[in-house]
Structures are given as C-alpha cells and as structure tokens.
C-alpha cells in the first residue's frame, strides 16, 4: 500500500461522470493502492466550476450537474478518500508561497500546494507546479508526483 | 414489456422502513450499507447508493485533458473578479 497523497482536481473529475481516459483508469488504481486519496477543499468548487463551465459549452449534460452533490456525498462518506478543509496552517503557507519570489504559482496552485503540505506528497498535472518540485521538495518539504511518476509508482 | 415485482415492507413507530430478505438480497445489501430513493410523484425507486469505485466505472463524458486544465484560469479569474 502506498502511503497517503494529494491529488489535484483533476483526479477528481472521473468520480463526476467525466472521462479522462488515463487519467479515470490511473485514479481507479491510485484508490486501491494508495492508503488514503487526499484533495483539498477548494476541488470541490473547481470541479463545479468545470461541470457547469463545460455544461454551458453544450459538452455535458445537465444530469451531471444535477448528480454533483450526491456523487460528492459519496466521496465524503468514503473512508479511504479525504477532503482537507483550509485552515490557519495552510493560509499561513499559501502567504509564504505568495512572498516567495523564486516561485511563481496561482492562488490556487498556492492553496492545493499549502494544503499537500499536510500529506508530504502532491500528485498534479500542472506544468507551473511541476517545474517548482526541487524546491518544493528542498524549502516546504513536498514531494510532488507528476502523472509519469505516479504511473511508476502504481505499476 | 417489462415485468415489475411488487415486495411489500413496512415502516416502524420511529419512521424506519423495514424490507424483506428478498429485496436485500436482490439488491445486494449488507448492514450499514447506504440506499437512495428516485421519487416521481408517490412512486420510490429504492437502490443500494454506488460506491466510489462505482462511480470510477459509471458511465461517463469523454473530455480532452487540454481543455478541462485551460478552465482552471477561467476559475482563477472568477474567483478574483
């Protein structure tokens, strides 16, 4: 069993009627090798910000939105699956991040790389993180995974 | 055409809804296991609620990985406008 880690949003959206292809069969293998899938808080709107983004554009249907809260519900009862809820910690990581001149991220990249602190470890597709990993790794002590690594890790 | 059984149950003093064996076999539940109801009008279609991996495996809505990541900027400019 591998130990616990943070997924980004994007690991999310296969539970919401969304398929990734690699991505859904990654997170199905990922939920029963890893102890336990951590997301943070801010996912959640991400993901209902995309549903109804991609909804708008005539590329889901509505019943996906509609189904958001139960399938949400389902994740929240789900033992092996956590959301981490933003506190003082992560907010005082987040201005850290901000104050930070060698990394340049997003206020959301900040807040999901504030909230993997609290794993150790990041799994992301985002680019912006993924070239901060050293010094990730060397000052806040985040180990981030991009999709490459974890396929070797789930292999 | 579709043939509908009918199972009876009954609800307890405290509004519990208590169903047969057959209808727990039938629909593969255990103790502790979650059910929803889909309600049109006075009819109730009882299910076992899916699991996490239910969902991984329900059907789905193919988008291109490229798109959905381009969104996150959409959100970024929402959540500070």
Known sequence: ?155 | MITLEIIEGFVGKKGEIYVKKKLREALGLSPGDKVEFIIKGNIAIMRKKPSARDLLKAKKVKIDVKELLNLRKEFEEELIK
Do not use: C
């Open chain 1, 1 to 155: 069993m591998i130990k616990d880690m943070l997924f980004d949003t994007t690991f999310l959206l296969p539970f919401f009627g969304i398929d990734l292809e690699e991505i859904n069969q990654l997170t199905d293998k990922a939920y029963l090798m890893v102890r336990k899938m951590y997301f943070a808080e801010i996912s959640i709107y991400e993901v209902k910000f995309k549903l109804v983004s991609l909804y708008r554009k005539g590329k889901i249907p509505f019943e996906l939105l509609n189904d958001f809260w139960r399938n949400l519900s389902i994740l929240i009862d789900d033992p092996k699956i956590k959301f981490i809820e933003y506190d003082e910690q992560i907010d005082k990581l987040v201005n850290a991040l901000e104050k930070d001149d060698k990394i340049n991220l997003d206020i959301i990249d900040q807040i999901i790389v504030a909230t993997a602190s609290k794993v150790s470890v990041l799994v992301t597709l985002d680019n912006d993180i993924l070239k901060h990993k050293a010094l990730l790794r060397e000052e806040y002590g985040i180990t981030v995974y991009s999709l490459e690594d974890l396929k070797k890790l789930l292999s």
